[in-house]
């Protein structure tokens, strides 16, 4: 099976996140690891990755935490996917031709970089301001609270107008 590594995951759930919130949003590690779910460790480590690729920004000291570097409309799916794994090729010789004694004229590498291509473009495409606008309920940072309970709902109105 093809697939994205778990850290992979959590740092596109940690852009979502801050994507969001909106621009210029900042958040400490502990906050995000708490809303999204996330292990403490992986979030630290994470961080510093994005960071690195120039995704996120580390702000230190008191009142500090993290932001994204730029806008949500200018990160990509493809972006925390480099950030996290490196290159996208679906097999070693797309990546690396010497891989293979037999690349040179080889039709199935030939169809493993066009698949590469396409899968990178798609990908390319998908933008977190999208993603962020796109997400229902089940991802808005303030649904990962706790639910609303009897008292809450009572709160709210007893169904005959008043409040």
Known sequence: MLSIRRDTD???RIILHLSMLGKGAQITAEEVARKRL????FVRRIIRRLGSAGILRTIRGAGGGITLSRPSSQISLLDVIRAMEGELALNPCVDNPQACPLTSGCPVRAS???VTD??????GAIRFDYLAKASGLSHRPNSLNKQAGPSEKKKKGDGRGRA
């Open 10 to 12: 959590y740092a596109a």
């Open 38 to 41: 996330l292990p403490r460790a």
């Open 112 to 114: 493993w970089a066009a």
């Open 118 to 123: 396409q899968t990178a473009a798609s990908l």
